[in-house]
């Protein structure tokens, strides 16, 4: 590898930990950093919408409210470069949490593949499009919908 593609590399890989940190500290406006200002994002794998960048973060801000808390591990990123441009596969693990109405929480567990379009920009790689493939939803609550 050339030390162009060891860099790009590093950047995109650097991208996906940007958004899982900005979506588990409800930092929506950091998404603009992540995405195209013309990005096509689609949840709908695993119940969310498919949106522009603007109708993401305010699904997310009204979403994601409901959950006390959350993580997005991102790991094993396969990624193929092609010059600025470039395509991504990464497995996500998310625990989430919902307050319980006896007081408690529901911690359910839910595991998706972001599969990405990457350009290179003037302000560095973005993630021109991401879709969410569903590989398994674990101890939903009664009511839940996925995809």
Not at 42 to 47: E, R, S
């Amino acid at each position: 590898m050339t030390l162009q593609e060891l860099s790009d590399r590093f950047e995109i890989q650097d991208l996906l930990v940007t958004y899982a940190d900005a979506i588990d500290r409800r930092d929506w406006d950091a998404l603009d950093e992540v995405f195209t200002a013309d990005a096509v994002i689609d949840y709908t794998a695993v119940g969310g919408i498919r949106g522009n960048l603007a109708e993401i973060k305010t699904f997310l801000a009204e979403g994601m409210a409901w959950f006390t808390s959350f993580q997005h591990l991102t790991a094993t990123a396969k990624v193929t470069l092609d010059g600025d441009t470039a395509t991504g596969r990464a497995i996500c693990h998310n625990p989430m949490t919902l307050a319980g109405a006896d007081g408690g929480t529901h911690t359910m567990f839910i595991g998706i593949w972001y599969v990405d379009r990457f350009v290179r920009t003037p302000g560095g790689w973005r993630i021109a499009e991401r879709f969410e493939e569903r590989s398994y939803v674990h101890n939903a609550p009664p009511g839940f919908t996925a995809g």
